[in-house]
């Protein structure tokens, strides 16, 4: 099992551009999160989907921010447009069943300069 | 009220003493707690988890956790650290009172001195 797979692992864009971070998540699992870390607000719940629909996006900060799950083993997280207070590390996580123990994927960095 | 608290942002320890990271946590319904490390530029790794049963429970690299349900505690122990054990951990709590999602503490970050 390859785990949660995060693509990029890096990101640098310039302010106002349009940002995508992909995430595939484990196969058979049910459960997929987002989160923001920071070292100002630590680790942030963004949105989360349960069988593709999504369930509570309350923690997505602005309509700057949408995120999409098209089928069960992929979802996109999209900043338009993106400004510098979104630099952080973005991190996909998913599950079987949602109280249960998460798998994180390695994170995308995004810096916007 | 917060869901999760962990005691002190930054624990030192040196290399062979015991480790232990504090968690309380809220819960009016019986909690599954976990305890999750993240190693720098990584994501979060599980160490261990409590869902129902033996109230002492074996995660992974030496480490265990007990439930004290009269306590509302969960604290993360470890006999003897290692170098290797420098990382961020965080505590979290899952219940239906929160929805189906972890609730995550504002992590420790413990320091390994030599």
């Known amino acids: 099992d390859a785990g949660v797979i995060q693509s990029p692992r890096h990101e640098v864009t310039e302010m106002g551009q349009e940002v995508t971070l992909r995430c595939k998540p484990i196969s058979g699992h049910d459960y997929l999160f987002w989160y923001r870390q920071t070292m100002m607000r630590g680790l942030e719940l963004l949105i989360y989907?349960?069988?593709?629909?999504?369930?509570?996006d309350s923690g997505m900060p602005e309509d700057r921010f949408s995120a999409k799950m098209p089928n069960a083993s992929f979802s996109t997280l999209k900043i338009q447009p993106s400004e510098p207070r979104d630099s952080a590390v973005y991190f996909c996580a998913s599950s079987f069943g949602g109280m249960g123990g998460y798998t994180f994927g390695s994170g995308t960095r995004l810096t916007v300069v | 009220a917060q869901s999760v608290t962990q005691l002190g942002s930054h624990v030192s320890v040196s290399e062979g003493a015991l480790v232990l990271l504090r968690c309380n946590y809220s819960?009016?319904?019986?909690?599954?707690l976990f305890w999750y490390v993240q190693y720098p530029n990584q994501g979060l790794q599980l160490l261990l988890k409590y869902t129902t049963g033996a109230t002492l429970v074996k995660g992974i690299n030496g480490f265990e956790a007990e439930f004290k349900k009269s306590e509302t505690s969960f604290h993360l122990t470890k006999p003897s650290a290692h170098m290797s054990d420098a990382a961020e951990y965080f505590c979290a709590v899952s219940a239906k009172e929160y929805g189906n999602k972890l609730v995550f503490g504002a992590g420790t970050i413990l320091r390994v001195k030599s």
């Open positions: 819960s009016s319904v019986p909690p599954y």
């Open positions: 989907f349960n069988n593709n629909v999504p369930i509570d």
